[in-house]
């Protein structure tokens, strides 16, 4: 049962465009959003995250913009950059205990020149 | 600076093979997790372990067995090695500490092939 669905699975976008990745959860449970982003050949390395009672974050290019009413978020990273073209995991966790972390299926981002 | 390592990059066995997978962190974090990643699926929790011999399921533990006798390093075990266990294998590491807006740190993987 995939409790975080994320879209799209691939994307592909011009260097100065806006890139966007969207996730949706099901479990009420989860109280904090991170992004990983993964470089061939490399584990994934957390990006930016967010807890539910702020609508947005924003940390330089990479904003996350989240509707708990909707149980959504998504991930805007503005002026992409050729650098930037790797693989971004949403997920969601449940604070406390053991922290188990339930992930998106990912999106291969490539930001063509 | 913060590092899990894996120990092997890449590693080809044959069915039926016992396989192990090892990680080692350096950060005396409490929680070690393995998850296997394939195209489309994305990251799927095998195993993690709260603590020096203490283990719990993830959602995929199916032909899978762990190992933690010493905090800083987590076995993988594939028992008996089987074609659909070949994938990209990473290891975990995250503290128990005050709060939860702590990352997980990870390996770099072992891509697994199973012929």
């Known amino acids: 049962q995939q409790q975080v669905k994320q879209s799209p699975q691939s994307l592909i976008v011009q260097k100065g465009g806006i890139s966007i990745i969207n996730c949706a959860y099901e479990?009420?449970?989860?109280?904090?959003f991170p992004w990983y982003q993964q470089f061939p050949g490399k584990g994934p390395a957390l990006l930016i995250a967010i807890r539910p009672d702020v609508s947005e974050k924003k940390e330089g290019r990479f904003t996350i913009s989240f509707n708990k009413s909707a149980k959504q978020f998504s991930l805007h990273i503005m002026d992409s950059q050729p650098g930037d073209s790797a693989t971004y995991f949403c997920?969601?966790?449940?604070?406390?205990?053991?922290?188990?972390?339930?992930f998106g299926t990912g999106t291969k981002l490539q930001v063509i020149p | 600076d913060v590092k899990v390592t894996q120990s092997s990059r890449y590693l080809v066995k044959r069915t039926g093979e016992k396989v192990f997978l090892e990680c080692v962190q350096d950060m005396d974090h409490e929680n070690m997790f393995w998850y296997r990643q394939d195209p489309g699926l994305g990251l799927r929790l095998i195993y993690f372990?709260?603590?020096?011999?203490?283990?719990e399921k993830g959602d995929i533990p199916e032909g899978y067995s762990v190992s933690r006798e010493k905090k800083e390093r987590f076995s993988l075990i594939l028992e008996s090695a089987s074609t659909n266990q070949t994938s990209m294998y990473l290891c975990?590491?995250?503290?128990?500490?005050?709060?939860?807006?702590?990352?997980?740190?990870f390996g770099d993987g072992t891509r697994l092939s199973i012929l």
């Open positions: 479990n009420t449970a989860f109280d904090y």
């Open positions: 372990s709260y603590d020096v011999k203490m283990k």
């Open positions: 975990a590491s995250l503290t128990q500490g005050r709060g939860y807006n702590q990352p997980q740190h």
């Open positions: 997920a969601a966790l449940r604070s406390g205990g053991y922290q188990k972390v339930t």
